[in-house]
Structures are given as C-alpha cells and as structure tokens.
C-alpha cells in the first residue's frame, strides 16, 4: 500500500487491545517513550511493537546498545491522537 493511501486510511483504524495498552504507557513518559517490558515484567511482544510501527503510532527512538536486537521506540503524533479522540 503506498503512503498516501496509508495516510488516508489511518484514521479508521484502531489499535487492538495489546497495542492500545503499550501505547498508553507511552502517554506519561518523558518523550513518549515506550516500554520494552509489560506490567509483569514480560517483554512486549516484537510483533506489537511492529504492527504499532507499521501503522505509525510508534517510531524507533534509538539503538539499544545492549540489546541490538530490541527496539526502543516512543510515541508519534499519530500515537497520541488515538487517546486524544472522543
């Protein structure tokens, strides 16, 4: 799909539940930033993290020096208009 039909149809899509809840977590953090580990301590799943990425709710933020292999990501704008909806 290219970007400007992306674009178009972003705005009807929604995130499912698992991303909606790592997203959020997002909302009060210092830049956006999103966390690689759920509230028990399990990592994220990578395809959340992708799926998140691929609709342009999250971007990658930086490399993990650490773990190359984990993506450290944050908000986008888009991200935030979804909790900025009524």
Known sequence: ???????IAAPSLMP?????????????QPGGKLPLFDRNGQRVNPKTVKACIDHGWAEP????????DWLVCKLTPAGRGLFARA
Do not use: C, D, H, V
């Open 61 to 68: 933020w930086f490399a993990n020096p650490i773990k190359p």
């Open 1 to 7: 799909m290219s970007q400007a039909l992306k674009e």
């Open 16 to 28: 499912t539940a698992a991303q909606r809840a790592w997203l959020m977590r997002g909302l009060g």
